[in-house]
């Protein structure tokens, strides 16, 4: 999370994948849920009003509930919308990773979270371990859909990767500068992620509701929102408050679930595509935008109010659904 500090208290602030798995399966084996690894899901037996039968690893089971979380590939979406397919957005991550200390930056405590803007575009930089020791560095490009064999070919063409990092040198100051050389030095290290999203499913659930997806299996949103992860978590959160505060039928309940969580993802996909995704194109083309009306930068005190996106109060808005009482 990249913010205002006047309006947060924080420049920024960054959870590590690691950390917060290793903490949310501490919180899993308290409440004794067990965590099955090498598992396949074969499939959906039967949905009915009592509850689902699948397949995993070739045994069936059955559950009151089956719930999807199996990413932007998901199998359980199959059985919900089997011709929908994730959609490639037109933009590229090029990525990699470089030692913090290889760069002379322009003060000792240079923020290590940062997006450097400059007339080629943008570089963005992540710390990769609580001292920044080792930093992430990515920009994004602009490119066709390629087949999954051209996009391997790609990816292992390192010499091409840097050429991307490379595009328009001369227009980069001196920080910019050393930050590219650096990628390039490290350039086995530089790696590609084609941004994908979820076309807008008609249902998130089955006919009964005892077959529910969600995270990037409903609505995967662009990477460079940030969000992947914000977006999901919000998802099981307010789907366990709908399910313990309301006598709704469950297909009302999930529709009206659907709704609400719909319009948060187009919010965070529409700013992630005319806003975070704008900033980082090449000058040029940012302004060509701007000038034919297709996107609106924010500008002023308001450039950073990030409020609707960071301060939500999802149980709020779970308690405006269908009058539902908000739990104690």
């Not at 920080?175 to 350039?187: G, K, L, S």
């Amino acid at each position: 999370m990249i913010a205002n500090e006047e309006l947060y208290g924080y420049k920024n602030h960054r959870i590590w994948r690691r950390l917060l798995l290793a903490e949310m399966k501490a919180m899993l084996r308290e409440r004794g849920v067990q965590i099955h690894y090498d598992s396949r899901f074969d499939g959906i037996v039967d949905d009915n009003d009592h509850g689902v039968t699948f397949q995993i690893n070739g045994a069936t089971h059955h559950a009151s509930m089956l719930v999807g979380a199996d990413g932007i590939f998901s199998t359980v979406r199959r059985y919900l919308e089997p011709a929908v397919q994730p959609e490639y957005t037109g933009t590229v991550g090029a990525l990699a990773h470089i030692r913090r200390d290889t760069v002379n930056w322009p003060y000792a405590d240079f923020e290590p979270a940062c997006t450097i803007q400059g007339t080629p575009g943008a570089l963005f930089t992540m710390p990769e371990d609580p001292e920044a020791h080792e930093i992430m560095v990515g920009m994004q490009v602009r490119l066709p859909e390629h087949t999954r064999a051209e996009w391997d070919a790609l990816a292992a063409d390192k010499e091409q990767l840097c050429a991307f990092f490379r595009r328009g040198y001369d227009e980069w100051h001196d920080t910019a500068r050393q930050v590219i050389d650096q990628v390039c030095a490290a350039r086995e290290s530089i790696y590609l992620w084609p941004f994908l999203r979820m076309p807008r499913l008609k249902t998130w659930f089955s006919g009964t509701g005892r077959v529910v997806i969600l995270g990037d299996a409903a609505h995967a949103v662009p990477p460079s929102s940030g969000q992947g992860v914000n977006q999901a978590l919000e998802d099981v959160y307010s789907f366990v408050l709908l399910l313990r505060t309301s006598n709704a039928r469950l297909v009302d309940l999930l529709r009206a679930w659907q709704d609400m969580r719909q319009r948060r993802v187009d919010a965070v996909f529409d700013w992630a595509t005319n806003t975070t995704n704008v900033q980082r194109l090449p000058k040029g083309e940012r302004d060509k935008m701007i000038a034919e009306g297709k996107v609106s930068m924010s500008s002023g005190d308001n450039a950073d109010d990030m409020r609707w996106l960071y301060g939500v109060d999802m149980g709020k808005e779970v308690a405006t659904l269908s009058g539902i009482k908000q739990a104690e």
